[in-house]
């Protein structure tokens, strides 16, 4: 495995209880605050360095986040409205390559996330056990998997980079 690549380990999908539930809400909801506290006071030098060899930078990293968690909240959308939606990939280095990533400073992703988190939480927080079983298709497999699923997917996936850039924080000590 790469140094670090997942510092807080690989996505374990779990039973869906009220306590994982609860759990992945809470990481849907405070992501920004996570990840707005991971890059307070780096300086554009430490916002250019990869978090490990071979990787994203943190501006990329912070970047990657908004675009994937904007593709999840459509994807959540599409799956509540919609029966088994085939959920459209993206690829996502190729959009980590783009002008917007490239020249945009990173707090327009986090105060995009602020708005898209609240949103995206406010939409999930009470489904109910059906709805949780709406199922989205992913078209590489062809396997339908459950909101649930996802949620907790997700969850991970914003904690994941949250920790790659602490990670890299520890490993640089650079203040907090």
């Not at 809400?25 to 996570?34: E, F, K, T, V």
């Not at 990869?50 to 912070?62: D, E």
């Not at 992703?109 to 298709?137: C, G, N």
Request: net charge neutral; hydrophobic share 40%; glycine share 4%.
């Amino acid at each position: 495995m790469i140094e670090n690549q997942y510092p807080i380990g690989k996505l374990e999908e779990r039973v869906f209880t009220d306590t994982v539930k609860q759990e992945c809400l809470g990481a849907i909801r405070y992501l920004p605050n996570m990840l707005e506290a991971a890059i307070t006071n780096l300086d554009e030098a430490q916002l250019q360095t990869s978090y490990r060899k071979g990787g994203w930078t943190v501006h990329q990293l912070v970047h990657h986040v908004a675009d994937s968690h904007l593709n999840a909240y459509t994807r959540f959308k599409l799956g509540l409205t919609e029966e088994n939606p085939v959920i459209r990939p993206y690829d996502e280095v190729a959009w980590a390559e783009l002008n917007d990533v490239r020249n945009l400073p990173v707090n327009i992703s986090v105060t995009l996330l602020y708005a898209l988190h609240a949103r995206w939480h406010e939409a999930i927080k009470d489904l109910s056990d059906q709805q949780w079983s709406r199922t989205l298709v992913h078209p590489a497999t062809g396997v339908a998997r459950p909101l649930s699923y996802y949620v907790q997917l997700y969850a991970w996936h914003g904690k994941h980079h949250v920790a790659q850039i602490n990670y890299l924080r520890e490993k640089r000590k650079w203040k907090t």
